[in-house]
Structure formats: structure tokens, C-alpha cells
């Protein structure tokens, strides 16, 4: 019972505080997250606080800021340690960028970088640089969201952006 407690108070203590390569380590560590040596772990990362033994992250590796890792995926009431329960490893030397979510049952092979944004659903291969695409136009907003207007009014003033092969062709007239 008190140590469910201590665990979330301990998660809570290191998304605040202090020392990315000291405290917020040391902190994960004595939740029972398995980390490496010369780890940087910025501020407001989130690191499962029921599971937190089913967290592997190697030596050199920077955790970027406002990143979540989620360890489970379960409703109701906590699960024992099964041999299989789902893992997440985080090889050596990889580089997450920041509002990164990394799902549970991932394996992030060794020097891999991941892009700022990304969310991961499944093992990523060593050495790779792995990242959604680069945002672009989804569609054009005829109608504003804003306060004034309801959503359906919005929705219905919205009119999708062609595809980027055709918008990126030069046209010109003879």
C-alpha cells in the first residue's frame, strides 16, 4: 500500500525537479526504472508510475522535455509482474526529442534519434531517425474557430487542402 504512494510521489518529485543528469536519474531510479549511466532527463517527463520496473533505458541517452512513457495499457485493478508483461528499452545512446509518447511493448534500438512529436507504437531499428512527417496543409478554414461560431459551423466551412504532389505542380498556361 505505501509503496503505490511513494512511487507517484517520487514521479511527481522528478518531473519538477531539478537535475536532468543527477536528481531526476536518481529519482526514476529508486522508483525501480532501470537507467543507464550518463542519462539526461528533462523536465515534465512522465514515466509510467504503476510499472515503472518495465522501463529499460540505456547509457547516454537524452530524454527530451514534456515526453510520456506509458508502460501499460489496462483497465482495472493492477496487474501482477508477469514474465510477459509488456516492456519498454531504450537501447544505448538514443536521443528522444521533446512531447515524444512512447507506448508499451517498444523496443528503441541503440543511437537511434527520435523527433520531436513522435508517438511509438513499435520497435524502432538502431541508428535510425524515426519521426512523423513534417506538417503541412491539412485543409482551409472558411470559418474561424473561435467562440463566435459552433463547430458544426466550422466544420462545415472547412474545405480540404489538395494533395501535396498536386499542389506543388507549376501550371502554366500556352
Not at 531539478?18 to 526514476?28: D, E, I, N, W, Y
Not at 509510467?48 to 540505456?58: C, N, V, Y
Not at 482551409?140 to 459552433?150: E, I, M
Request: proline share 9%; with cysteine.
Amino acid at each position: 500500500m505505501l509503496r503505490p504512494l511513494l512511487n507517484r510521489l517520487l514521479q511527481k518529485i522528478a518531473f519538477l525537479a531539478p537535475g536532468g543528469s543527477s536528481l531526476r536519474p536518481a529519482l526514476q531510479r529508486w522508483r525501480g526504472v532501470s537507467v543507464g549511466e550518463n542519462v539526461w532527463i528533462s523536465q515534465f517527463v512522465y514515466m509510467d508510475e504503476i510499472h515503472p520496473e518495465r522501463i529499460f533505458i540505456g547509457s547516454n541517452c537524452t530524454i527530451g522535455l514534456r515526453t510520456s512513457i506509458i508502460a501499460h495499457m489496462y483497465w482495472g485493478p493492477r496487474q501482477a509482474n508477469e514474465p510477459n508483461a509488456p516492456k519498454i528499452i531504450i537501447e544505448d545512446d538514443v536521443f528522444i526529442g521533446p512531447h515524444c509518447v512512447i507506448l508499451p511493448n517498444v523496443r528503441i534500438g541503440r543511437g537511434a534519434v527520435i523527433k520531436a512529436g513522435a508517438v511509438i507504437t513499435r520497435d524502432v531499428p538502431e541508428g535510425a531517425f524515426w519521426g512523423p512527417p513534417p506538417a503541412g496543409i491539412l485543409g482551409f478554414a472558411s470559418v474561424p474557430l473561435v467562440s463566435r461560431y459552433s463547430y458544426d459551423e466550422f466544420m462545415a466551412g472547412l474545405k480540404p487542402a489538395l494533395p501535396r504532389k498536386v499542389r506543388n505542380i507549376n501550371i502554366t498556361r500556352t
